[in-house]
Nanobody
């Protein structure tokens, strides 16, 4: 698997989690990376995205100031730091990579490679 997520789990409201996505088999710095989430019966939404060098980022409005996407191009890893978690953040979180030349897509149509997903559950 080229993308492998880790770091999900169960946390109480107000808590924090950090998701990691390790990437292999791709020239990591050339790929925009993103985190998506999908709750049961809901669309898969882009939570955060970052360009290859991390200079351009995107955040879903509801997570701004709480979530931070970062990437370590030496370790081929992208992270999602999630603070002040809320029950509505409960979902399966997916890491995704977009082929070069696409900018920083903000919908799932723009991404070419996906991780298997990791569950995040926030209790009230």
């Amino acid at each position: 698997e080229p993308l492998v997520e880790s770091g999900g789990g169960f946390v109480q409201a107000g808590g924090s989690l950090r998701l990691s996505c390790s990437v292999s088999g791709l020239t990591f710095r050339n790929y925009a990376m993103a985190w998506f989430r999908q709750a049961p019966g809901q669309d898969r939404d882009c939570v955060a995205a970052a360009s290859g060098l991390g200079r351009s980022t995107y955040y879903l409005e509801s997570v701004k100031s709480r979530f931070t996407i970062s990437r370590d191009n030496d370790k081929n890893t992208v992270y999602l730091q999630m603070n002040d978690l809320k029950p509505e953040d409960t979902a399966v979180y997916y890491c995704a990579a977009a082929r070069p030349g696409k900018g920083v897509p903000t919908t799932h149509f723009g991404y070419d490679f996906w991780g298997q997903g990791t569950q995040v559950t926030v209790s009230s």
